[in-house]
């Protein structure tokens, strides 16, 4: 087979690597625990490996492109750039780690099959966004997503599991049809919308820009659901009622970042940077990221759920990327770009550990958490280098991001980037450190709410250990390593250097 | 004279299924083994025909040896094909769940000869080239239809399909008075030859938009256009499952396919941008308060029922888009998706009523606020509904969400942007709808330990919903080629 045809497959081939087997772990049989593992880490692996191949063909610039009529006019493509391999990366990695993590914490637990299932479909989902290289295979992917997503957010089956559930929805495909008639409305205007790098509308007359301003503002609010904006967020904290691994995974990484993702492809490959910035697009952008950002942290001060904090100090966060978006010069992209990345490995770790702990502990809230470091020093570790980093400390991934983003700030001579983060860092430093402290030197309960002992020489079961640990080393490693080859943030100075033509 | 081997698929997707029934009565014992085998070759038959047609193009026979004018001609173009194939297929599914669904002796014995002669005039209707024979096609189906919706036996079903036989009858008879005046008017009933002399006689003008009415309204009675409703929820609902399934899928579809068939055809002449905003806004209506009382049903089967009155709408909301449209690829593609729309929403009935028949068989009740437990033991099943209602929702991918889309696209391109904010509003109704039954499948009760339970009842409905999600919604690109259209970027 020659190179050409393995380009045009890999896209292809990387969607179906979490989609086959997630069809056929729908029919196994629920005690087959063997099958169903083997099918989940078969596709994970897989899909990691194909990523790799996918990366070094990126990374030579050659094109890497799907494309698949589905009636005439309409053409699903799935391609590969600079940006959408930063996300499917991203994705497939904490996808191998969350499945480990997941086939530990859903032992003994019923419906085995179905969540599996769903969880691979979830991923595809992701992959198929991350790799739309046109606005109706995003559009399509992004409503998958909301569709494998529901049963997830369900799964325990409990009367709150299906309101939150519900109410997910809601907004969700609320937001999808804003999107779907942004996106017809500018099939309209223009033919077929491939992201291009540099953005595809510059060409138009100023009688139109009435329309794309109106456009922007539908893919806008059909994006900001998913990225939590202010205030289309209200579904995140209700859908925190799901089992941790779709907290991790989907809440922390896929769902969340896909509306991030969404916003950064319109604003440079829809609408180009410059047309964006001369409509006042990024301007409005800008003020409600920043919004977000604040009100965000301010509410997950006021959380004493551990999971809601988390949850609040998500929407904060993922609006960090928006704001990259929003400010106009290759070095705030950077900070937004990098932060996909960074928000996503930081933000897994602490669900991770917010999962350890309920199902060790039963400690759910912060309140309990008096002195859980020296019952579980590894977990509580892998949770410190996650706060850190989000607090912004170096040499933590998350201090990169807000780097990049307040140097981008300054050199667009929007000095207000810089309250903003730092108001965002106070707060931040306000909801994760009494966390720290109630867990390292407060000291511990006589008994805990629901301890569970797995009967391993560790604090608990390895398969929920073991994973926030590696995330917390990526964390430092991201951080450590920032300017290594392949690191992060090199590929999001690579995705700077090509919207901006440096 | 085309080749003999050619046509023969054309009549034989209308004798065999006659002769089906013919046999399924006379061989009572053995209605199941006749009813599956007609259905088999039945289906072949169509499949042929498909096949057919793709290769020459529009086919046309005339039988009988009569003058054109007054003959009983047949005809197979892109459109009728293709609904030909869905209703076929669509047909044999039904056929396979139905074999395993009815289980005492009378009831079988009622059934295959009647859903034989249903399935007979409906590719009668379908293929008939003259406005006679598709008086004759129409009766039949009514009858059959009403017969077999009162299958069930009870006094709702009785009540409900008693009504729907009137109201088809009267249906037909304002349809045939309509006929009468074309026939006085232009001395033919040949599809063809009438729609030369309407284009030709203007000065018959007033005449032929009389007729048109006429023949329009008996047929927007039949396919249940709102506000002539009324008569289809308690029918479709009291019916056994796989009668609701053709009744919903492919009987409502044969009604709104001579409307579509005298507007383009016949009376593309009269038609004008009046009549068709007329329609589209009672379609608007249908979309509305079909899902809206979809909505607010308390029976699984009502639920489905409804939301056939809005999905119905959808299909009318086409008319003034497809005159305000010059020909073009632009609305080449208009046309394709309201077939596709329409091909899309007969899979996926059939699949939902299938699929909520066996959840009412295995609950005892289809009440959908304690269904908790049995959508539970049935994954399958409600996979298939899942399916089935995320293509009536129109969600990607499916066949009706390419439909929406290229329907929103030129809404939007014409300048009339109202339709979208009916679309809109309709799916974002039809989503609570089918999430109000879906949300009831992720509960407490215990779940079983494989997927599928009981195939010959749950793979039809998979089969039929997946059709109307996998194929149509990622392939749907040889359906321009069997309607002859191109299609290029519009």
């Known amino acids: 087979m020659s190179w050409d045809a393995i380009d045009s497959l890999l896209p292809v081939a990387i969607v179906l690597s979490s989609l086959l087997p997630g069809v056929f772990i729908f029919l196994v049989d629920e005690e087959n625990h063997l099958l169903r593992t083997v099918l989940n880490l078969l596709g994970a692996v897989l899909k990691l490996a194909l990523v790799g191949l996918l990366i070094w063909g ?46 530990g914490y859903l032992e003994h637990s019923p419906n085995r099959s179905r969540f599996f299932g769903f969880f691979s479909l979830c991923v595809s989902a992701t992959v198929g966004i991350a790799l739309a290289g046109n606005l109706i295979t995003f559009v399509i992917f992004y409503e998958l997503l909301t569709l494998a997503t529901y049963p997830l957010v369900a799964h325990r089956g409990t009367p709150e599991a299906t309101r939150g559930a519900n109410i997910y929805l809601a907004y969700t495909l609320s937001g999808g049809l804003l999107l779907l008639v942004g996106a017809v409305w500018l099939r309209t205007l223009i033919g077929p919308v491939d992201f291009t790098v540099g953005g595809v509308l510059s060409g138009l007359p100023a009688s139109m820009h009435g329309q794309l301003v109106a456009i922007f503002a539908l893919l806008l609010a059909g994006l900001g659901v998913k990225a939590a904006l202010v205030p289309l967020h209200g579904w995140l904290p209700q859908s925190m009622v799901a089992p941790a691994p779709v907290s991790s995974l989907l809440h922390a990484v896929a769902v969340v970042k896909a509306g991030a993702f969404g916003i950064v492809r319109v604003v440079y490959d829809v609408y180009g940077v410059e047309l964006a910035y001369q409509l006042g697009l990024l301007g409005a952008l800008g003020l409600l990221a920043s919004f977000t950002i604040v009100y965000g942290s301010v509410m997950a001060l006021a959380q004493d759920g551990l999971k809601a904090r988390l949850a609040y100090s998500t929407v904060s966060q993922v609006s960090y990327i928006a704001l990259g978006a929003s400010l106009l010069g290759p070095v705030a992209t950077i900070g937004g770009m990098v932060h996909l990345v960074h928000q996503g490995i930081m933000k897994i770790t602490l669900f991770f550990c917010a999962g350890n702990y309920a199902e060790t502990l039963g400690v759910h809230k912060v309140s309990q958490m008096d002195g859980v470091g020296r019952r579980m020093p590894l977990t509580t570790l892998a949770f410190t280098v996650g706060a850190l980093g989000m607090i912004g400390i170096p040499p933590i991934a998350g201090f990169v991001s807000k780097w990049y983003l307040g140097l981008g700030g300054v050199t667009s001579g929007q000095y207000w980037v810089l309250l903003v983060l730092a108001a965002s860092t106070l707060l931040n430093a306000g909801y994760f450190l009494p966390i720290l402290y109630r867990a390292w030197f407060r000291p511990a309960p006589a008994e805990w709410p629901k301890e569970h002992h797995f009967g391993t020489r560790f604090e608990t079961m390895g398969a929920l250990l073991w994973p926030p640990v590696v995330t917390a080393v990526l964390c430092l490693l991201a951080g450590l390593l920032a300017s290594a080859p392949f690191s992060p943030l090199e590929w999001a100075q690579l995705i700077a250097e090509r919207e901006y033509g440096l | 004279m085309p080749e003999p081997a050619m046509t023969a698929p054309l009549v034989l997707c209308i004798v065999l299924p006659l002769l089906g029934a013919l ?35 529009t086919l046309h026979l005339v039988l009988g040896g009569w003058e054109p004018a007054l003959a009983i001609a047949l005809r197979a173009d892109g459109i009728a094909t293709a609904l030909v194939l869905m209703a076929n297929l669509v047909a044999l599914g039904i056929s396979v769940y139905a074999s395993g669904y009815f289980q005492d002796a009378i009831r079988i014995r009622s059934f295959w000869p009647l859903w034989l002669l249903l399935w007979a005039a409906l590719n009668g209707l379908f293929l008939a080239g003259d406005l006679f024979n598709l008086y004759v096609m129409l009766e039949l189906l009514g009858i059959s239809a009403a017969a077999l919706g009162a299958l069930t036996g009870n006094r709702e079903a009785i009540a409900a399909n008693l009504r729907y036989l009137l109201v088809g009858l009267l249906g037909s008879i304002t349809y045939l008075l309509g006929v009468a005046f074309l026939y006085t008017a232009h001395g033919s009933l040949d599809i063809g030859i009438l729609a030369a002399a309407i284009a030709a006689n203007e000065q018959l003008f007033a005449v032929d938009a ?107 909301l086409f008319l003034p888009l497809l005159v305000a449209t010059p020909e073009g690829p632009a609305r080449d593609n208009l046309l394709a998706a309201l077939l596709l729309m329409a091909v899309t929403h007969g899979f996926a009935k059939a699949g939902f009523f299938l699929a909520a028949g066996l959840v009412q068989t295995n609950a005892g009740h289809d009440r959908i606020d304690e269904l908790g437990g049995t959508a539970q033991r049935l994954p399958a099943t409600t996979f298939a509904i899942a399916l089935a209602g995320s293509a009536l929702i129109g969600l990607p991918p499916s066949g009706s969400f390419i439909g929406k889309w290229l329907l929103m696209q030129q809404a939007i391109a014409t300048g009339q942007w109202w339709w979208v904010v009916v679309i809109l509003a309709g799916t974002a109704l039809a989503a609570a709808y089918v999430f109000r039954v879906l949300s009831r499948a992720f509960g407490l009760e215990p779940t079983p330990l494989r997927f599928i339970t009981d195939p010959r009842a749950e793979v039809p409905a998979l089969v039929l919903a997946l059709v109307s999600v996998a194929v149509l919604g990622l392939a749907s690109g040889p359906l321009w080629t069997l309607l002859g259209l191109s299609g290029a970027d519009a």
Do not use: C
């Open chain 2, 23 to 57: 046999f399924a009565t006379a061989l009572p014992g053995r209605a199941v083994a006749v009813g599956i085998v007609t259905a088999l070759v039945t289906a072949a038959a169509a499949v042929a025909l498909t096949l057919a047609v793709w290769e020459q193009g």
């Open chain 1, 58 to 103: 990126v990374w030579l610039g050659q094109p890497i492109e799907t494309r698949i009529d589905i009636a005439p006019g309409l053409t699903l493509v799935l391609s590969a750039d600079a940006l959408s391999v930063l996300f499917v990366t991203l994705s497939s990695v904490l996808w191998l780690i969350t499945t480990v993590y997941a086939i």
């Open chain 2, 210 to 316: 009389a007729a048109m009415t006429l023949m329009i309204s008996g047929l927007a009675l039949k396919a249940a256009l709102f506000p002539l409703h009324f008569w289809l929820p308690p029918a479709h609902a009291n019916a056994p499952a796989p009668v609701s399934a053709a009744l919903s899928a492919l009987v409502v579809k044969a009604a709104f396919y001579l409307i579509l068939r005298l507007w383009l055809d016949v009376f593309a002449p009269v038609t004008g941008m009046a009549a068709a905003m007329l329609l589209a806004l009672l379609g608007s209506a249908a979309v509305l308060w079909g899902s809206w009382r979809a909505l607010r049903a308390a029976r699984l089967k009502l639920l489905a029922a409804y939301s056939t009155v809005a999905q119905i709408g959808y299909l009318f």
